[in-house]
């Protein structure tokens, strides 16, 4: 059997008025996840990422350290983020106050939460976005993919919060509120194992950060 390993993307710009961009953390992050392989003699037949610019950067980043050049990503737009302000205004439209306080981060955070309860109902449709079942399935094909195409192989997949969720809720077959919960402890950077097998895949770890694990690197640990 094969390895998928899932990262979330690097610490992006959150508060910022382009939120896509990787901060200097997010991109040493990524640099030092690939430096982390590389200690390891991992190397990949594989790599996907979504088609967000903190994927490409995050993907970037864990290439220069992993010192590989010739790793051409399959881009799969299927693995993008959710539009969080979109569900958010959906259930709380007009302005709001920046999240740039400790209590109005978890206000958000709260709001959000409540956003995707309800946009994975069908009590919502917020604006420019798919619906729940459209977001699941297109995710979905992918894993699909990695399965049909992938067995015995190691694949790099690189995407966001809300998207690993989904994937490892399906693999687990977990209720909806139990992906909220999942989206919301996934860490920047963290590494998510599945096998790979012809018939499923199959969850060995979760929101993992074995690069970061030293005096060193702790304190790197980010969420948002």
């Not at 999240?99 to 109902?121: G, N, V």
Request: charged fraction near 20%; glycine fraction near 8%.
């Amino acid at each position: 059997m094969g390895t998928l390993y899932l990262v979330r993307h690097g610490q992006a710009s959150f508060g910022a008025d382009d939120y896509d961009q990787l901060s200097a953390r997010g991109q040493a992050q990524a640099v030092r996840l690939g430096e982390y392989w590389r200690e390891r003699g991992l190397r990949f037949d594989a790599v996907i990422r979504g088609g967000l610019l903190r994927h490409e950067l995050t993907l970037a980043g864990i290439l220069q350290g992993l010192q590989c050049t010739d790793c051409k990503p399959l881009v799969v737009p299927e693995l993008n983020e959710y539009d969080g302000d979109a569900l958010v205004n959906a259930v709380h439209p007009g302005a709001r106050p920046p999240a740039d306080t400790p209590e109005r981060y978890k206000q958000h955070f709260r709001l959000l939460c409540d956003a995707l309860a309800q946009w994975m109902s069908g009590t919502i449709s917020p604006q420019g976005m798919p619906d729940w079942m459209a977001f699941s399935a297109g995710v979905r094909g992918v894993l699909e993919h990695v399965r049909a195409h992938h067995v015995g192989h190691q694949v790099l997949l690189v995407s966001s919060g809300g998207p690993i969720a989904t994937a490892v809720s399906q693999v687990l077959s977990t209720p909806p509120e139990v992906m909220i919960a999942l989206n919301m402890r996934i860490r920047n950077s963290a590494v998510s194992e599945m096998s790979i097998s012809p018939k499923r895949l199959m969850l060995q770890t979760f929101n993992t950060l074995p690069h970061l694990d030293s005096d060193t690197h702790r304190d790197w640990a980010t969420y948002a």
